[in-house]
């Protein structure tokens, strides 16, 4: 079982990053999605979640209508489309697959920063 985090790294308040997480060896269709993140210090947090068929999302209020979840299980992918980034959106951001089991990614660092 794999979940490979990408498209992290620095960027200027107001900017974008879209991550990317790709699943391996389960039944990612079977799998709600989660993106979590932890900034230096804090707790680990939820940001988004996906139903396993795409259809309800929900988002923590600090990210409510910056961020967007998506998935396509074609893919065994799920993203995070970020926008308008905070200099408080600054953590690692963890892939998590909650079903059967629950699996996590090695994480992809968040930078916001001038």
């Known amino acids: 079982v794999q979940l490979v985090e990408s498209g992290g790294g620095l960027v200027q308040p107001g900017g974008s990053l879209r991550l990317s997480c790709v699943a391996s060896g389960f039944t990612f269709s079977n799998y709600n999605m989660n993106w979590y993140r932890q900034a230096p210090g804090k707790e680990r947090e939820l940001v988004a979640t996906i139903s396993t068929a795409g259809s309800i999302t929900n988002y923590a209020d600090s990210v409510k209508g910056r961020f967007t979840i998506s998935r396509d299980n074609g893919k065994n992918t799920v993203y995070l489309q970020m926008n308008t980034l905070k200099p408080e959106d600054t953590a690692v951001y963890y892939c998590?697959?909650?079903?059967?089991?629950?699996?996590w990614g090695q994480g992809t660092q968040v930078t916001v920063s001038s």
């Open positions: 998590n697959a909650r079903g059967f089991n629950n699996y």
